[in-house]
Every structure is written in structure tokens, then in C-alpha cells.
């Protein structure tokens, strides 16, 4: 998962993971090219300065999309970036003042928010979740599946750390207690 999230990781090699975005953002915006809040919008297409603390310059983004116009002073847009920096998509357009209402990751690399339902068909919940297949992680990420260790090596670890934690048990109730120095 390191190497999805973190955007130093996912540079060192050739090929990055593009993570797909929905974003309620705040303005009624257009990609026309004779209006003014446009502009702005179009600024995000060649890079935005989010600032030096959060890493300064972004990329211009893969793709940016006008979904809709939920209302006259909001706009659904759609965004692919390769970065992965901390609430880099809020940054972005905040920094053509355009807030994010609300945002929804759809996609990561080729993992797609509706091939990922469960077995019966269902999405789920909000917050539901469950294990990626060793295929989607495959085709999904292009990471081979690391196996698990064996059975009798993470039985010894699970016995080891249990003596562990009853020794500290032990040695913490067999310590001698000292009284309490006072400031004269």
C-alpha cells in the first residue's frame, strides 16, 4: 500500500499508480474557454502551487471532467492524479479558492470501486470492506502476491509474544515499590 499512497515511492519507479477522484467542489464552473471561472479551473490543468509546506508545485492532473452542476454554485468534477500527497485534490482546488464539499476516491491504478463488490453482487455498506484477490491485486496494481509465511513460523511468533507479554506481566507485579521523594 506504500507504494499506491506515498507519492516518493510511487516516483521511484516507472510506472504510477493514477488514482481517480469525484469532487462536489464549490462555484459553478465550465471548461469553456471565454469564461472566467474557467479559468481558474483550467490552472489545476497545468499544476496548482498548494504550497511549500504540503510540497509546492502538483502535476497537472491525468484527466479533469465536468460531471455535472448539482446546483448553480456547485460543480461535480472528476480528477485522475499520479501524486499521492496529503489531501493533495482539497489543496488543489482550494488553491484556485474552490472548496471541496465532498470526495470520493473511484479508483486506484485498475482497481475500480464497482469491481470491487462482494461475492453476492453487493456493494455494501459505506465503510464495508474485504480482502483483494490475488488477481485484482495483480491486474489491479501490477504487484505479484507475496506469500504468507508459514503456518509453523507464525504459530512459534504468536507463542514467543505471548511469553512476552506474561513476563512483563510478571516482572511489572514483582517490582518493588519506592517511596515518593518531596521537594524541601
Not at 56 to 78: A, C, D, F, Y
Amino acid at each position: 500500500m506504500h507504494h499506491v499512497t506515498n507519492p516518493t515511492a510511487s516516483s521511484s519507479t516507472d510506472q504510477k499508480i493514477i488514482k481517480v477522484y469525484d469532487a462536489l467542489i464549490m462555484g459553478h464552473h465550465t471548461l469553456e474557454i471565454n469564461d472566467d471561472s474557467s479559468e481558474k479551473l483550467r490552472q489545476i490543468l497545468v499544476g496548482v502551487d498548494i504550497g511549500k509546506k504540503y510540497g509546492g508545485m502538483t502535476l497537472p492532473p491525468h484527466t479533469l471532467q465536468i460531471l455535472e452542476h448539482p446546483s448553480s454554485k456547485t460543480t461535480l468534477v472528476r480528477i485522475a492524479i499520479s501524486e499521492g500527497r496529503n489531501r493533495q485534490v482539497r489543496r488543489m482546488f482550494h488553491a484556485i479558492n474552490s472548496g471541496v464539499m465532498q470526495l470520493h476516491r473511484r479508483k486506484v491504478g485498475n482497481l475500480d470501486l464497482d469491481m470491487l463488490k462482494h461475492h453476492n453482487g453487493d456493494v455494501g455498506e459505506e465503510g464495508s470492506w474485504r480482502l483483494l484477490t490475488k488477481k485484482e491485486i495483480l491486474h489491479g496494481l501490477g504487484w505479484k502476491v507475496r506469500p504468507i509465511a508459514q503456518a509453523g513460523r507464525k504459530e512459534q511468533l504468536s507463542h514467543n509474544q505471548g511469553k512476552f507479554f506474561s513476563d512483563r506481566k510478571t516482572s511489572a507485579s514483582k517490582r518493588r515499590r519506592r517511596p515518593l521523594k518531596t521537594r524541601r
